[in-house]
């Protein structure tokens, strides 16, 4: 099987699935997707993946790559926030959840960084510091899960928590 072949025979049905899959998406487009997929396949096909595989296997195999690649470009870009453009340092997502009814109140940086503090030290557990710090870090959710040892879904929870504190200590104040 050449990989021509195999692109000419697949292209119809994985320019649907990345059309599909950017219905839900806006920030790609169904060329950046469908470039992504016969990327991906370049390197199966020389790793000798696809050989006596199926369309079917192969055109599931783009579908779970793109999700899986839709998803870590998602949570990389959830990260980015005005913060971070305008100069800030890393506290900026702590801050941005101090400022969560006033934008206006992100000015006054030195009353934030005493609330940055304040929180740190007596509001959070352990492992919400250490889950924090290393959202303020850039990591992604299941990056830290990793690091940490715990799954995903218990990181969730933890930023969960500690934003729930957050504000309860902001409204305290």
């Known amino acids: 099987m050449y990989f021509q072949t195999l692109v000419n025979r697949i292209s119809p049905k994985l320019k649907g699935i990345t059309h599909r899959l950017n219905g839900r998406f806006t920030f790609f487009n169904d060329e950046d997707l469908y470039q992504e997929a016969m990327s991906q396949l370049w390197v199966d096909y020389t790793g000798g993946k696809l050989f006596d595989k199926t369309d079917s296997y192969i055109l599931q195999g783009c579908y779970f790559h793109l999700k899986n690649h839709i998803r870590k470009v998602q949570d990389k870009a959830c990260l980015v926030s005005m913060q971070t453009l305008i100069g800030e340092e890393e506290n900026s997502e702590l801050e941005s959840l101090l400022c969560l009814e006033d934008p206006r109140s992100c ?38 899960g990793k690091l940490l040892g715990i799954s995903h879904v218990m990181v969730v929870k933890l930023r969960s928590r500690i934003k729930d504190k957050c504000q309860k200590f902001k409204e305290s104040v």
């Open 107 to 144: 000015l006054e940086d030195t009353h934030n960084k005493i609330l940055i503090e304040e929180i740190m030290n007596d509001g959070l557990t352990t492992r919400e510091k250490e889950v924090f710090s290393l959202c303020l870090k850039g990591l992604t959710t299941r990056e830290i």
